[in-house]
């Protein structure tokens, strides 16, 4: 969530208040923003879930894409 | 009945016998005795008419070689030192090399490549009652340190070599140094330079910049090159005032102005000029006003033998410098246009009375379809007062295809702020002159950055 608000700031943009439902596309970032998420989040927990064989489900919502790292990081 | 073409050893000898040395790191060599000597045993008859493949380690060794076969040779094949040995067959295939010259007890080129005549070259110049008969125009054929796949095979001569020599009056009193190969352009143009005016000091891959620094300066070095990342590594190494050049030099790489500010500072009394050269294009311009870039009053000049012009956002340069071609099989790909200039593949971008070089075409990094060149980056990291060097590569992305993230290293001395604070400093500093397609996702502080045995920056992604 942090990685979130950061990146927000980072970029002049202002972030919705995150929740579970809250759909990525109307959260205020830009796909800059996710990019750049994606990749502080492999930095800090060398994990990329994106680069998987397997097929993953684009995460729509917020909650989507927090369950998309857990998942991963099991 | 023409006459016989005039060599290089005709050349450096017209206004009589050379007062110049080599200097290498196992000692110095005057030039003068070339004239009764031979570091090829004397064999030089044996390669007359011949296309040869120079493929010797030491460099001191291959500038003696050079000098006794231009004018002999009817094609030199200059090998640079780390050309991959799986790409030997090809160049010797390419050039039809049919004599090598190569180091004493070495195992790779000769028969078993299906080169008839081998000379192994000697550790030192021996004496020998040597015909410096110049009977052929030698081709020239330095290979360009392509960034993937086979080098190309590059024709030159003496006079396409030679063309931005300006005066060759001998001047005793210059001694030139490069950190350059001499078997690569820019150190070529700087051998060229020394054997008609002064004295050369030879680097060596082995050798760490203190040493060659200490070497340099006891040999009373005036003039020095070398790339941008030559440079960066004497910055760094705290050894760079043991010389004291009149002239520093730059070339084969974009000069940001953060390389230049750091070499004016470190030789405050001395000219700092960046050179805008390529194997295939030949040495355009040199500015010396020490800042990046170049004058656009450059551009389209009329009444200059090198003309420049930017055509579809390249810098496109004819000039009597220019390569012939390319030998063998990609000769269709030599990059010359309809009318007769070498396209650099390097993108200009025009700023009011100036022009700025963005990188080179096939480096760009593409974020989300927005072009992002590394080196625009690079030169704003530099920039940063704590920041020696930079390397901004592509980082493959799920979301954009790819972001761009940098390594940093730090300049050397004094207490560095911490990581993450420098970090937060220098994606500051980016987002304040870049879009933010162009700022850093990731910045990455490392200890050192490769540079490649031509000098230049290895860009894993280019």
Known sequence: MSQFEQVASEQERKLAPLSDGLKLIECGLDSLSFAIIVARLEDSLGIDPFSAERAVDFPVTFGDFVRLYEGFAK | ?462
Not at chain 2, 271 to 298: C, K, N
């Open chain 2, 1 to 462: 009945m023409p006459s016989n073409p005039r060599s290089l050893w005709d050349s450096i000898t017209a206004a009589g016998p050379p007062a110049g040395s080599l200097y290498g790191v196992g000692g110095r060599v005057a030039l003068a005795e070339l004239a009764h000597a031979s570091i090829l045993g004397g064999r030089l008859e044996e390669l007359r008419g011949r296309s040869v493949l120079l493929t010797v380690t030491d460099q001191l060794t291959a500038a003696l070689a050079i000098a006794e076969l231009d004018g002999v040779a009817q094609r030199m094949v200059l090998s640079p030192p780390g050309l991959a040995a799986e790409h030997l067959p090809a160049v010797i295939a390419g050039a039809a090399a049919d004599a090598c010259v190569r180091d004493t007890g070495s195992s790779t080129p000769g028969r078993d490549l299906g080169i008839g005549i081998s000379v192994d070259a000697r550790a030192r110049l021996e004496p020998h009652a040597v015909r410096r008969a110049s009977t052929h125009e030698t081709e020239w054929i330095l290979l360009t340190s392509g960034t993937t796949g086979a080098p190309k095979l590059v024709q030159h001569d003496l006079a396409s070599l030679t063309a931005a020599l300006g005066d060759r009056r001998p001047a005793p009193d210059i001694v030139w140094s490069t950190m350059y190969d001499i078997r690569r352009y820019g150190g070529l143009q700087i051998y060229l330079r020394a054997l008609h005016a002064g004295s050369l000091v030879l680097s060596d891959p082995a050798e760490p910049s203190t040493g060659f620094l200490a070497r340099a300066a006891a040999a009373g070095v005036t003039h020095i090159s070398g790339t941008p990342s030559h440079w960066r590594r004497v910055l760094m190494s705290g050894a760079a005032a043991t010389i004291a050049p009149r002239y520093v030099r730059l070339s084969g790489e974009i000069a940001d102005q953060a390389v230049l500010d750091g070499l004016k500072a470190a030789y405050p009394r001395a000219t700092v000029a960046h050179v805008f050269a390529s194997t295939e294009a030949g040495v355009a311009f040199e500015v010396r006003d020490g800042r990046a870039g170049f004058p656009a009053s450059l551009l389209d000049a009329s009444g200059s033998p090198v003309q420049l012009r930017v055509v579809e956002g390249t810098l496109r340069i004819g000039s009597p410098g220019n390569a012939h071609g390319y030998l063998g099989e990609d000769a269709a790909a030599f990059p010359r246009g309809a009318d007769g200039a070498i396209d650099t593949g390097d993108r200009i971008e025009r700023r009011a009375d100036r022009c700025y070089f963005l990188g080179r075409q096939g480096g760009v990094i593409n974020v989300g379809g927005l072009k992002v060149y590394p080196e625009e980056i690079e030169a704003v990291i530099n920039s940063h007062p704590w920041v020696r060097m930079s390397r901004v590569r592509a980082r493959r992305n799920p979301i954009t295809g790819a972001v761009v993230v940098a390594d940093v290293v730090l300049a050397e001395g004094g207490a560095p702020p911490a990581p993450e604070a420098l970090e937060r400093e220098l994606l500051q500093s980016c987002r304040q002159s870049l879009a933010p397609y162009k700022v850093p996702a990731t910045i990455r502080i490392v200890r050192g950055l490769e540079v490649s045995a031509a000098g230049k920056l290895v860009r894993p992604d280019a």
